[in-house]
């Protein structure tokens, strides 16, 4: 399954990884993810739905139409909750339908998505959806800030620098990240 990245807008860097799409070959596809820290929006042209996807605490395997283009955008940690509306730990292993999300907003974001033509299109659909919220909140600071440092950030660092407990910290992370 050839896989594309393609880059966000510059206004969306902040909060989106990447834009992103998969294309299936001539026969059925298994598609094997392995355990990430992602949250993403998919679009499965076959199954014609578009979700919300948590991060995956284990390894799961997806089975795809031949001759399809599956797409999606990929946000940065901590970052989906603005878009997608639920705490992050309410998606961990699962899927949501963003109609189930986002009501008739979502509905008639599958409907254009399922017009899509390319990959491109598909891509530029997603984008044009989302906008910018208006700040990055403390955490989402934070979360840039362990990213920064490779990991190399202590929960004490964190909660003095957040201005919290360590305690209240790990709540806020797990909620949002």
Not at 96 to 102: F, K, Q, V
Not at 159 to 172: D, E, I, P, T, Y
Request: net charge neutral.
């Amino acid at each position: 399954m050839p896989y594309r990245e393609y880059p966000p807008q510059p206004h969306l860097a902040p909060w989106v990884e990447c834009f992103w799409t998969s294309d299936t070959g001539s026969v059925p596809a298994l598609q094997r993810v392995m355990p990430d820290a992602c949250e993403d929006v998919i679009w499965v042209p076959g199954t014609n739905s578009l979700s919300a996807v948590g991060a995956m605490t284990r390894a799961q395997v997806f089975a795809h139409a031949p001759r399809q283009t599956i797409g999606g955008v990929r946000f940065r940690p901590s970052m989906a909750r603005g878009y997608l509306g639920v705490p992050a730990n309410e998606l961990t292993d699962r899927m949501a339908g963003l109609e189930e999300l986002w009501g008739p907003r979502g509905a008639g974001l599958r409907r254009r998505v399922s017009g899509a033509e390319n990959a491109e299109e598909l891509v530029r659909l997603l984008g044009a959806e989302l906008k910018p919220p208006d700040a990055i909140t403390p955490l989402q600071r934070l979360t840039l800030f362990v990213l920064d440092s490779g990991g190399r950030a202590s929960v004490d660092d964190m909660a003095r620098l957040a201005g919290v407990s360590q305690r209240h910290l790990r709540r806020l992370f797990l909620e949002q990240t």
